[in-house]
């Protein structure tokens, strides 16, 4: 299957600091790429929808402006959780969609390895 | 709202049983579910992909079936082993080229 790498895999960071986390698809193109949270014994939570050359697409509750999403390229979203607190302590993943062209697209989502952020 | 109910939230089988794990999700028109395995603290794994078109897919020990219009899919793996053992986790996206909405999965402890 397709492979969707996160950089770092854990962080741990002072409260107030920024933070940046890198999600690649290393061997097709997304121009879409979804950020998730979870926090622990909790199921994953979609934060926000990433694409390609526009503006990152945030999902209810999430502050757009505390975490900040860049998809510059084809291969590469980045999440920065600025102003970092304890509260925004989780575990991030990503996923991309492998696009293998109109019509023939299975929708299947592969996933990064995910970043555990640690704010002290 | 589309919602993703997993039930049970945990279980705990002797090595060598056949089990079943349920996945139920409140609105018919889906476009895939995937079954994903999630080890402690680590990322996922997928497992199986249905599309909304298909009634089950099979690998290795493990099958999943998919009955839309009761709302339903269900993980089945034979012969559990302890490296079983993880978090399974059911998710759909309800159209092409949307995020997956998962469900808060089922631990699966299976012991020697």
């Known amino acids: 299957g397709a492979v969707v790498s996160q950089h770092p895999s854990w962080v741990i960071c002072k409260s107030g600091t920024s933070v940046k986390i890198e999600c690649r698809s290393l061997d097709f193109q997304a121009t879409t790429m979804f950020w998730y949270r979870q926090f622990p014994k909790q199921s994953l939570m979609l934060m926000a929808t990433s694409n390609e050359g526009s503006k990152a697409t945030y999902e209810q509750g999430v502050e757009k402006d505390k975490f900040l999403i860049n998809h510059a390229s084809l291969t590469l979203s980045t999440l920065t959780v600025t102003s970092a607190h304890p509260e925004d302590s989780s575990f991030y993943i990503c996923s991309a969609r492998d696009q293998l062209g109109q019509g023939d697209d299975t929708g299947e989502l592969f996933f990064g390895e995910g970043s555990r952020l640690t704010v002290l | 709202k589309q919602e993703v109910t997993q039930i049970p939230a945990a279980l705990s089988v002797p090595e060598g049983e056949n089990l079943v794990l349920n996945c139920s999700f409140t609105?018919?028109?889906?476009?895939?579910l995937q079954w994903f395995r999630q080890d402690p603290g680590k990322g996922l794994t997928s497992l199986l992909l249905?599309?909304?078109?298909?009634r089950e897919q099979t690998s290795g020990r493990l099958n999943a079936s998919l009955d839309k219009s009761s709302g339903r899919s269900t993980l089945y793996i034979a012969a559990s082993q302890p490296g079983d053992s993880a978090t399974y986790l059911c998710?759909?996206?309800?159209?092409?080229?949307?995020?997956?909405?998962f469900g808060k999965g089922t631990t699966l402890s299976v012991s020697s």
């Open positions: 609105d018919s028109a889906i476009y895939n």
């Open positions: 998710a759909l996206a309800n159209q092409a080229g949307t995020a997956l909405i």
């Open positions: 249905i599309q909304s078109s298909q």
